[in-house]
């Protein structure tokens, strides 16, 4: 009998596959008709079996008849799934980090190479981890374990999926608007059961107006902050209004914001720099006692181009050795020397996003881009962080827009239905502007602003900043002088060393590396300081 050792997720076409394989899942738990569907899976396709998902999961199968483990990991990355080979040789595996710290021969110890990636993305690319020998199974990637049972076994990585863009030319505008149209609903249709009853997200922007308009999602929640210059609240309010739907402001204030820093950062497990991952994980607190299910945007931006560092596809097609690094990189290698005891050339994050995005040069510039960020960005900073906050928050929180429908559209689209000289996701605002007004159909994005910059310079909530830049921590990898000297800008003090070019030219930035730097150094103390 196969036995489901781990699992993790949300299998959409459930109730196709049953069918198929003929599994009763009548009166099951959802976890349960899903580890069954796993179970009969395998024994029909082995490690084909992924190719017949539709949905996110991270799974361990165990098939005693040839002492084999069968690990995968959805394509598009919606779950997490980490694995480490002890000393002996033994594999340790599960959907979060904290599941291997108690297992015997497991190791807690920092892959201090990896620190200038972090503090160059904001958060950890790739299938390594700042766990020494904890790996990340790659997105539509899965592990075979042979001799499980044995001291020792044998490990094989493999693919069962491959990112490939196949661009369509014959399609019109309202061809492509359509598809998603249609896509959309097929998603909302599977992501819930006839029993559940969900609520949304909703900011001011399209991709969350849209799903509320096509779902039955009774409430929009938005998170907003007493700032309005940086809150989305009020058109969030009025596309409640204009859909004839609940909605409610979840305000969170800078000492919410700075109160689960620690939380946020043992949830994530790694380090995080996204200041509105943790503003959304102090306001889905907050939801929780209010809704148990609430639909989320994401994969809007990363398969219909959303964001606005789309539109440097010029300037990188000029480059005799383009490399792109994505949306997040905020401190390239002088700056993390700068601020670093220890700097490792050998790491290169160019050399590192050059192989990431080797296969997307076959494609057009914006194909390229897309590439790169859905292979980094999305799943390692996007995915990651509402898995975590989910997992943390125990609000479910599904993704209408990650669904393998509504992707293989975005695969076939051209880029100018995706990105053109006045718009950006031009074709999803096409398919919003039939069920939406045009105001919100064609807003321009936000992107989920958090008045952070203010917060962090005041005196009443970032204490905690102070003493972190002079602790022991601090000095085990920093140049405490030099993290002082950015504190000091920042905070409009004389720096105590002055460089009078890379202060002011960096100004707009200076914050970003004071909170990049600050989350490592809380992150080091809470698993490696304070480790239980």
Known sequence: MIEVKSYAGLIRNHKELAEELGVSIDGLSRTEREEALLAAAWKTWREQMCTHLNGQF??????????????????????????????????????????????????????????????????????????????????????????????????????????????????????????????MDASLSAIC??????????????????????????????????DQAASEEEDARATARYLGRDFEGITVSPEDFFSNVDEFLLAYEQPSGDVAGLALYAACKQVAKKSTLCFS??????????????????????????????????MNNSEQRRYLKKFYPERSARAFM?????????????????????????????????????????????????????????????????????????????????????????????????PVRKWLADPTVNADIERAFASDAAAEFFNVDEIGALLDAFLGRKPRVNHPIWFPRHKALLWRHVWTIYVFIRWYELFFENAE
């Open 58 to 183: 991270a799974f361990a199968l165990y098939d005693p008849e040839t002492d084999e483990l069968f690990c995968a990991r959805d394509p598009l990355g919606a779950e997490l799934f980490f694995y480490y080979q002890t000393a002996d040789g033994r594999l340790l595996y599960g959907t979060q980090i904290k599941d291997l710290f108690d297992q015997p021969g497991f190791k807690r110890e920092l892959n201090r190479e990896l620190v200038q990636f972090f503090l160059g993305f904001t958060y950890v690319p790739g299938e390594e981890t700042l766990f020494k020998g904890v790996y990340k199974l790659e997105p539509g990637g899965y592990l075979r374990y042979a001799g499980y049972g044995k001291v020792s076994g044998r490990m094989e990585l493999g693919r069962y999926w491959e990112l490939t863009f196949e661009p369509d030319e014959s399609k019109t505008l309202e061809e492509w608007a359509d598809e998603i149209s249609d896509a």
């Open 193 to 226: 059961d006839e029993s559940e009853t969900p609520d949304s997200f909703l900011s001011g922007g399209v991709d969350s107006s849209y799903i509320l308009a096509k779902s039955q999602a009774k409430c929009g929640f938005c998170a907003a902050y007493e």
């Open 297 to 330: 945007g994401e994969g809007a931006d990363e398969f219909f181009a959303g964001y606005s560092v789309y539109r440097n596809t010029r300037r990188l097609s000029l480059s005799p050795d383009p490399v792109y690094f994505g949306t997040t990189y905020i």
């Open 354 to 450: 050059k192989e990431r995005g080797a296969e997307g040069r076959k494609y057009d510039p914006l194909g390229w881009m897309l590439y790169v960020d859905l292979r980094s960005y999305f799943e390692g900073s996007i995915l990651f962080n509402s898995t975590k906050i989910a997992r943390g928050t125990g609000l479910d929180i599904r993704m209408p827009y990650c669904d393998l429908r509504i992707f293989d559209i975005a695969r076939r689209m051209p880029s100018r239905f995706k990105l053109d000289d006045k718009e950006n996701k031009v074709a999803l605002r096409a398919a919003a502007s039939r069920v939406l007004p045009h105001e919100v159909a064609y807003r321009k994005k936000l992107g989920f602003p958090v």
